[in-house]
């Protein structure tokens, strides 16, 4: 059973910084991508970015590109989402997800966690 557990939301400032981190269990997640998704109140859930686990394959939605960043800690099991010059439209609930490569869909999620960036 793959178990996702998301930390580090809280309160930034515009222009101010903020890492989420990912603590991944349950398999062996070398053949796994890694992905970041979030979701604004009264909005649908949209991907923020994504990491192959093996070769560190990224890929970022335009809105993030150069201002987020994705990484992995192999040893810890853990994925990170650095994001600098946050902005009040990333503020949202954070979730990690996977998803088992080839599959195109994310079939685990964790429970998500709060980003709110002030003007």
């Known amino acids: 059973q793959v178990h996702l557990v998301e930390s580090g939301g809280g309160l930034a400032q515009a222009g101010g910084s903020l890492r989420l981190s990912c603590a991944a269990s349950g398999r062996t997640f070398s053949s796994y991508t890694m992905g970041w998704f979030r979701q604004a109140p009264g909005k649908e859930r949209e991907f923020v970015a994504q990491?192959?686990?093996?070769?560190?394959?990224?890929f970022y939605a335009g809105s993030v590109k150069g201002r987020f960043t994705i990484s992995r800690d192999n040893a810890k099991n853990t994925v990170y989402l650095q994001m600098n010059s946050l902005k009040p439209e990333d503020t949202a609930v954070y979730y990690c997800?996977?998803?088992?490569?080839?599959?195109?869909?994310?079939?685990?999620w964790g429970q998500g966690t709060q980003v709110t960036v002030s003007s």
């Open positions: 997800a996977a998803r088992l490569e080839p599959l195109t869909s994310y079939d685990y």
């Open positions: 990491i192959r686990w093996s070769g560190g394959f990224t």
